[in-house]
C-alpha cells in the first residue's frame, strides 16, 4: 500500500509538471494538450515572475487588470522597435505590487530598459497614511520551494488544475493568460453575446460607483503628508533611474462614462490634481536624471466615447471596449503606438509646460459633454437615480 502510494503521488506529481497549468516549470506546450493555459487565481505572483524571469524581457508593462487586459505584449509595435515585452499587470493589485515585481527583476538582472506603468486613479483616491516600502528583503521573489510543491504538484489542487488544462483545450472561448502574462478575456465574449456590452456596463458601473463613494474625496492622508500611493509611485520611479530605464507613466483610457461619473460625483478637481501629482512626481524623476514621460489618454475624444449600445443587444461587439474600465487589445495597442512615436491623436503627454491648459481643456469638454442630453449622459443620470437611492 505505502508503494502504490508513493507511486501515485510521484505519477500526480509528474503529470502536474507536464501539464504546467500555471506555466512556471516552461513545460512544451502540446497542442490539444496544455497549449492553452487556464487563467488561475492562484499564485499569480509567482507564474509570472517566473515566466519573465525566463524571458529576461527588455520591457515591462505593470498596472492592474486594466494594463492585463489591454496591453499584449505580443502586438508587433514592439517587436518593430526591438523590445521583447512582458506584462506583469495583476488584476487588483496596486504600486506596491509593481514596485516589488520591479525590486525582484533588479535582483535578477532582468531588470526592464523600458518600463509601461498604468497609474490608477481610484488606487490614490481617500489619501491613505503612508506604509512602510517593500524591499527585497521583507518582500523576496516568490520561489517554486517546498511549500509550492507540496500545494500545487503533489497535490488535488495541482491535479484539479491539471484536468481542467486539459477539458479547456476544448473550450471556443477560454479564460487563459498567455506566456507573456497577456489575458484576452475571451472568455468574456459568450458573455456579450449572452448579456450584451450594456449589461457589463452597467453592472460595473453600479459597483465602481458604490465603491468609490465610499471613499474619502482626497489625495493626501489627514495629517496633509504624502500617501501611500504617492510614496509608491516615487520609489518606482526611483528604481527606474537608478536601472536607467524609459518610463512611461500612462493614465489609462477610461471610457468617457467614467469621466462623467468622476465629475457628476464632484471629483473633477481632484482628478485634475491627481494628474498634477503624478506629473510632478515624474519631473522630479527627470530633474534627477530620469527619463519620464506622463501620458494622458483619459480624455474625452473619439475612442473614448464609442457608444455604449442599447440595453438588449446582445448583437453589437464593440471595438474598444469591454466595459468602462476595461478595454480591449485594439485601443491598448494605439496607446503603445501613440507611446513608440507613431502618428496617431489619441492620448496626450503632459509636462510643466502644457498641463495647465490641457487640464482645462481637457474639464471643459467633460462639463459641455456632462451638459448634453446625449444617450451616455441619460444613462449616467439613471445610474445616479437608482444606484445611490438603493
Known amino acids: 500500500m505505502l508503494t502504490s502510494l508513493v507511486i501515485t503521488i510521484a505519477a500526480v506529481g509528474l503529470f502536474n509538471v507536464l501539464v504546467d497549468p500555471l506555466g512556471v516549470f516552461g513545460s512544451p506546450r502540446i497542442a490539444h494538450i496544455n497549449a492553452i493555459k487556464p487563467y488561475l487565481d492562484h499564485h499569480r505572483e509567482l507564474a509570472r515572475y517566473q515566466k519573465a524571469y525566463r524571458l529576461c524581457p527588455n520591457a515591462g508593462i505593470f498596472g492592474n487588470s486594466r494594463a492585463e487586459i489591454g496591453f499584449d505584449p505580443e502586438s508587433p509595435i514592439f517587436a518593430n522597435h526591438g523590445m521583447t515585452a512582458f506584462n506583469h499587470a495583476i488584476p487588483g493589485t ?13 535582483n535578477a538582472k532582468c531588470f526592464p530598459k523600458t ?20 524591499t527585497l528583503k521583507t518582500h523576496p521573489a516568490p520561489q517554486l520551494d517546498a511549500a509550492f510543491f507540496a500545494e500545487s504538484v503533489f497535490s488535488i489542487t495541482g491535479l484539479r488544475d491539471s484536468l481542467a488544462t486539459l477539458f479547456l483545450q476544448r473550450s471556443r472561448h477560454p479564460a487563459t493568460s498567455t506566456d507573456r502574462g497577456f489575458n484576452p478575456l475571451f472568455n468574456y465574449i459568450p458573455e456579450v453575446e449572452q448579456s450584451g456590452h450594456y449589461t457589463l456596463f452597467r453592472q460595473r458601473a453600479e459597483e465602481n460607483l458604490r465603491r ?13 503628508g504624502v500617501s501611500d500611493d504617492e510614496a509608491l509611485l516615487a520609489a ?5 533611474v537608478q536601472g536607467g530605464s524609459t518610463t512611461y507613466i500612462i493614465i489609462y483610457p477610461y471610457h468617457a462614462q467614467i469621466r462623467l461619473i468622476i465629475e457628476r460625483l464632484g471629483m473633477g478637481q481632484l482628478f485634475a490634481d491627481w494628474k498634477r501629482m503624478v506629473v510632478r512626481l515624474a519631473e522630479t524623476s527627470t530633474d534627477r536624471g530620469g527619463r519620464v514621460e506622463v501620458w494622458d489618454f483619459s480624455g474625452v475624444g473619439p ?6 449600445p442599447v440595453r438588449g443587444d446582445r448583437k453589437a461587439h464593440l471595438t474598444y471596449y469591454w466595459e468602462a474600465g476595461h478595454f480591449k487589445k485594439k485601443l491598448g495597442d494605439l496607446v503603445i503606438d501613440r507611446l513608440l512615436g507613431e502618428q496617431n491623436n489619441f492620448g496626450v503627454k503632459l509636462d510643466n509646460g502644457n498641463i495647465e491648459s490641457w487640464l482645462a481643456e481637457d474639464r471643459h469638454r467633460v462639463q459641455a459633454l456632462l451638459s448634453s442630453s446625449s444617450p451616455l449622459v441619460r444613462e449616467v443620470d439613471d445610474l445616479f437615480a437608482h444606484t445611490l437611492r438603493n
Open 94 to 106: 496596486s504600486s506596491s505590487t509593481s514596485l516589488q515585481q520591479i525590486i525582484w527583476l533588479k
Open 115 to 134: 518600463v509601461f506603468l498604468g497609474v490608477e486613479f481610484f488606487d490614490f483616491l481617500g489619501g491613505s497614511e503612508p506604509q512602510t516600502l517593500p
Open 212 to 224: 468609490w463613494t465610499r471613499k474619502p474625496f482626497q489625495l493626501r492622508p489627514e495629517n496633509g
Open 236 to 240: 518606482i520611479l526611483t528604481q527606474a
Open 303 to 308: 475612442e473614448t466615447l464609442e457608444a455604449i
